[in-house]
């Protein structure tokens, strides 16, 4: 069985400063993907990147990027210049790569953006 | 093009009573999964449906049952209502690896 390790439950940053939120996993698939989604008060769980196991290259999208050790298990995500609108809960999830398999997400950090 | 909604968005039940929860998938997607997130946890996987058919089921007791619609909508019905099945409801559809959220529904057993 996978699991998924975030042991950051709270962290804070300054706007237009950068923050990185850890992530650990362990499973036994060579081939699989891994998510961040954050969850705003709205409730609503937002995707924000996707990285593919078999990719070396780190995946980026816009001030949002990840550092993905694969022999490590470790899937950080980076915030570069944060916003006040980046204030949400953020989980880190595990899906084996055959497809239209469940998510097994970690337990979240809360991030607070301050002014 | 409307993204995945769920209904009701709150709901206040007794312990003992039975509830359904109603999800419109994503326009194109024909995968539905439902997640259950305690207060403070991370969402955990109750069973997914594909086809009309329950394809996979997480850790969760038979109380949790499911129906998927041929327009690929889809109900989360849970029976005998435990205190302890108080939480946000995650609806989720996929056509393949990227699965999109709900905004859920907040169940909450009195």
Redesign the interface.
């Known amino acids: 069985a996978q699991t998924?390790t975030q042991s950051q439950p709270e962290m804070s940053v300054q706007e237009a400063e950068t923050v990185t939120l850890s992530c650990t996993y362990d499973t036994s698939e060579n081939n699989y993907?891994l998510f961040w989604?954050k969850q705003p008060p709205?409730?609503?769980?937002?995707?924000v990147i996707?990285q593919e196991a078999y990719k070396q290259q780190n995946a980026t999208e816009n001030r949002f990027s990840v550092n993905f050790q694969k022999a490590a298990k470790s899937f950080s995500l980076k915030i570069s210049d944060s916003q006040l609108g980046d204030t949400a809960m953020y989980?880190c999830?595990f899906?084996k790569?055959d497809?239209?398999?469940?998510?097994?997400?970690?337990?979240?950090t809360r991030l607070s953006v301050i002014a | 093009d409307a993204g995945v909604t769920q209904s009701p968005t709150h709901l206040i039940k007794t312990r003992g009573q039975q509830v359904t929860l109603r999800c419109s998938p994503k326009s194109g997607h024909d995968t539905v999964s439902w997640y259950q997130q305690a207060l403070g946890q991370g969402p955990q996987f109750i069973f997914q449906y594909y086809e009309e058919e329950e394809r996979q089921r997480g850790n969760f007791p038979d109380r949790f049952s499911g129906h998927q619609f041929p327009n690929y909508s889809s109900e989360l019905n849970v029976n005998a209502l435990l205190l302890g099945d108080s939480a946000l409801y995650l609806c989720a559809s996929s056509l393949s690896s990227l699965q999109f959220f709900g905004q859920g529904t907040r169940l909450t057993v009195v």
């Open positions: 998924v993907y989604y709205s409730r609503q769980m937002i995707l996707r989980f999830a899906m790569h497809g239209n398999t469940p998510l097994v997400f970690g337990k979240g």
